[in-house]
């Protein structure tokens, strides 16, 4: 099993900026991948980016593409999500998930952290 717990999130203006975090623990050695997906009101959970956990490689949802940025912290077995540029329709829980070496899909989910962007 892995736990994830977020951080961060809050209010911001249009235009500002936010970075959220996900610490991770427990059988931690087995993750693959790490990301970051959102859920508006009234609206399903959607991607919004995923990090490969040992090349750092990420991919990005075209919505988010040049303003978000998600990176990690190994040593910390941690994953941040730095949002910029934001919109008013980038509010939403933003949802931490963890994909071991076995998975085909995100089996560990957080508890989430809300993001309100003001317009």
């Known amino acids: 099993q892995v736990q994830l717990v977020e951080s961060g999130g809050g209010l911001v203006q249009t235009g500002g900026s936010l970075s959220v975090s996900c610490a991770a623990s427990g059988r931690t050695l087995s993750v693959r991948y790490m990301a970051w997906f959102r859920q508006a009101p009234g609206k399903v959970r959607e991607f919004v980016a995923t990090?490969?956990?040992?090349?750092?490689?990420?991919f990005y949802a075209d919505s988010v593409k040049g303003r978000f940025n998600i990176s990690r912290d190994i040593d910390k077995n941690t994953v941040y999500l730095k949002m910029g540029g934001l919109k008013p329709e980038d509010t939403a829980v933003y949802y931490c998930?963890?994909?071991?070496?076995?998975?085909?899909?995100?089996?560990?989910w957080g508890q989430g952290t809300q993001v309100t962007v003001s317009s």
């Open positions: 990090i490969n956990w040992n090349g750092g490689h990420a």
């Open positions: 998930a963890a994909q071991s070496n076995t998975a085909n899909g995100y089996e560990f």
